[in-house]
């Protein structure tokens, strides 16, 4: 199986198509219900998708997902399959966009994020999901965006939440501790070499911190899985905050967040690895997947 999904891959990056197009092709809409492009904030950028599943018959746990593109590209059209994927295992997802260089600078896209998260707990309830059962995830640039809010008390105190109204976060190879920046785009999105050391999620741990699922491709040419994801773990799991953490094989820093998709899911398992994260309440206690 994992050799046709990389075979499948091959065939898609040869034939010079987005690869995000085809996994969202590939993706079946029956599973959900899609409300699209509603505004949480004033800027076009501000905007968000949320995919309910079908035939719900109670409220649903929740996952607000950001994209990765190193703070400077990406839409979250190009992540339906991350929402497919996720309402198909009963989860109510919500994919938000959030300004990018050069439009903001760090830490505006931060201030979005939460802006967003916001907007989930007020409002998610009309889309049947549960406000009390909130998770944020991440891939990339996204998966820092995540972990930030989970773990920087000021970026939610901005808008009169806090960091507990998460029941946990899942971070996808994470950009955790990255500084001197050496990425050439990502320099002047943290004003290099002004970087400040708090935009470092591994300088914000702290032991109230909500639980944490780290992932990450053990073979990560973009982004250093031990000293990111490995790092983090550490500091996090010496604060006393439970955090369980993957490394897969076969799969890199793409791939990784493309093992959600149907036809990649033999890559690795990061979609069963996240819906039970979720479905346990991030560990609080046992739960069969569906």
């Known amino acids: 199986m994992r050799r046709t999904a990389l075979m499948l891959w091959a065939m898609l990056v040869l034939a010079g198509c987005s690869p995000t197009?085809?996994?969202?092709?590939?993706?079946?809409?029956?599973?959900y219900h899609k409300a699209e492009g509603l505004a949480y904030g004033d800027d076009p950028r501000q905007r968000l998708d949320v995919y309910t599943p079908r035939h719900l018959s109670a409220p649903a746990p929740v996952v607000l997902f950001f994209y990765g593109g190193s703070w400077?590209?990406?839409?979250?059209?190009?992540?339906?399959?991350?929402?497919?994927?996720?309402?198909?295992?009963?989860?109510?997802?919500?994919?938000?966009?959030?300004?990018?260089?050069?439009?903001?600078?760090?830490?505006?896209?931060?201030?979005?994020?939460?802006?967003?998260?916001?907007?989930v707990v007020r409002e998610v309830a009309a889309y049947q999901g549960d406000p009390q059962q909130l998770f944020v995830m991440g891939h990339s640039a996204g998966a820092y965006?995540?972990?930030?809010?989970?773990?920087?008390?000021?970026?939610?105190?901005?808008?009169?939440?806090?960091?507990?109204?998460?029941?946990?976060?899942?971070?996808?190879?994470?950009?955790?501790?990255?500084?001197?920046?050496?990425?050439?785009?990502?320099?002047p999105v943290f004003m290099h070499p002004d970087s400040p050391p708090d935009s470092q999620p591994i300088n914000q741990v702290r032991a109230e911190a909500p639980p944490a699922l780290l992932v990450a491709a053990a073979e990560d040419a973009l982004v250093d899985p031990q000293r990111n994801t490995?790092?983090?773990?550490?500091?996090?799991?010496?604060?006393?905050?439970?955090?369980?953490?993957?490394?897969?094989?076969?799969?890199?820093?793409?791939?990784?967040?493309?093992?959600?998709?149907?036809?990649?899911?033999?890559?690795?398992?990061?979609?069963?690895?996240?819906?039970?994260?979720?479905?346990?309440?991030?560990?609080?206690?046992?739960?069969?997947?569906?």
């Open 21 to 31: 197009m085809l996994l969202n092709a590939l993706a079946p809409e029956s599973v």
């Open 72 to 119: 400077n590209s990406g839409e979250r059209a190009d992540y339906a399959f991350v929402g497919e994927a996720l309402a198909a295992r009963g989860l109510v997802v919500v994919i938000a966009d959030y300004r990018l260089y050069p439009q903001v600078r760090y830490p505006a896209f931060l201030h979005d994020s939460a802006q967003a998260l916001a907007w």
């Open 145 to 187: 965006n995540a972990a930030m809010l989970a773990l920087d008390p000021r970026l939610l105190a901005a808008v009169d939440l806090s960091p507990d109204v998460m029941r946990g976060w899942i971070g996808l190879a994470g950009p955790y501790d990255f500084l001197p920046i050496e990425n050439p785009a990502v320099k």
């Open 230 to 290: 490995g790092g983090l773990a550490r500091r996090l799991g010496e604060a006393g905050v439970r955090v369980e953490t993957h490394y897969y094989t076969g799969v890199n820093h793409l791939t990784l967040v493309g093992a959600l998709a149907r036809p990649l899911r033999g890559l690795a398992p990061v979609l069963d690895d996240s819906v039970r994260f979720v479905l346990s309440d991030a560990g609080r206690h046992a739960r069969t997947l569906p």
